[in-house]
């Protein structure tokens, strides 16, 4: 555990001695909060005009804000987090690979799954607080209306899930590479497949649709984002964090034997 917390605390000084993490997070955040924006200002219109017009409030009904705005946002964030969390992994191994200091690193009576976790525990560290800054939006909601905090929980616990899937995926691309920027765009390609996978399982057959669905990364959120805890869900993503994690040490494992 001693070495875990070394290679946590190198990975999380690395980050803040370095702009990555403020630059990630300063987008993610001005991109979340600009479809917040989007959304709740969308929201917000079509209430004044059901409070001022029976056609629209017969229209559209009861306006529920866990449903046109809470859920819309969650799918804003998770498809944000695709885009941004490549960005945050492409540097962990592909920058130590070419700068040499990885193989100092392995030199060290360091395991490589200590060093694994070390620095997938450093991003999801960087990741969580990610997180955090796109709550004042969802806390804005809670002091204007009523959403369902039932809803608002889990679809956090939903895109915590999500977004270690993805950082064990770029830490695979990224200790395949010297690269950080083939890195990235391994990683971004390698979960936009995966993203889009539910949207194709229309296309199909029944059978082969279904299997689409399971493998989409995107599909096992949906249930978070409606407030519905599956562990067939949880599985999904702990298995598939647990697989790239895997092949993130096998990786770094060849490395080593090869010199």
């Not at 987008?27 to 969308?42: E, H, P, R, T």
């Not at 409030?57 to 449903?67: D, I, K, P």
């Not at 859920?71 to 130590?96: C, W």
Request: charged fraction near 15%; proline fraction near 3%.
């Amino acid at each position: 555990m001693k070495n875990f917390f070394f290679i946590l605390t190198k990975e999380m000084k690395s980050y803040f001695n370095s702009p990555v993490a403020f630059v990630v997070a300063t987008i993610f955040s001005v991109l979340a909060g600009y479809q917040f924006y989007v959304i709740f200002a969308k929201f917000s219109q079509l209430s004044f005009e059901a409070q001022t017009n029976p056609a629209v409030a017969s229209q559209f009904g009861a306006l529920n804000v866990t449903e046109m705005v809470i859920r819309p946002f969650f799918n804003v964030v998770s498809t944000v987090m695709l885009i941004m969390l490549p960005m945050l992994t492409m540097r962990v191994f592909a920058e130590e690979w070419k700068a040499g200091t990885m193989e100092l690193l392995l030199t060290f009576p360091v395991r490589d799954e200590e060093a694994i976790m070390g620095k997938f525990a450093g991003c999801m560290g960087i990741f969580t607080l990610m997180l955090l800054l796109s709550f004042p939006s969802v806390a804005l909601v809670g002091y204007y209306g009523d959403p369902e905090w039932e809803v608002v929980i889990t679809g956090y616990m939903g895109l915590f899930l999500m977004g270690g899937a993805f950082v064990s995926m770029g830490l695979f691309m990224s200790s395949l590479t010297e690269n950080q920027v083939i890195a990235a765009a391994l990683s971004f390609a390698a979960l936009l497949i995966l993203f889009m996978l539910g949207y194709t399982s229309g296309l199909v057959g029944e059978n082969l649709g279904k299997v689409l669905e399971y493998v989409s990364i995107t599909f096992h959120f949906q249930k978070f984002a409606k407030g519905v805890i599956d562990t067939s869900d949880i599985i999904y993503y702990i298995l598939f964090t647990a697989l790239f994690l895997f092949l993130s040490m096998r990786s770094v494992e060849s490395k080593r034997w090869r010199g």
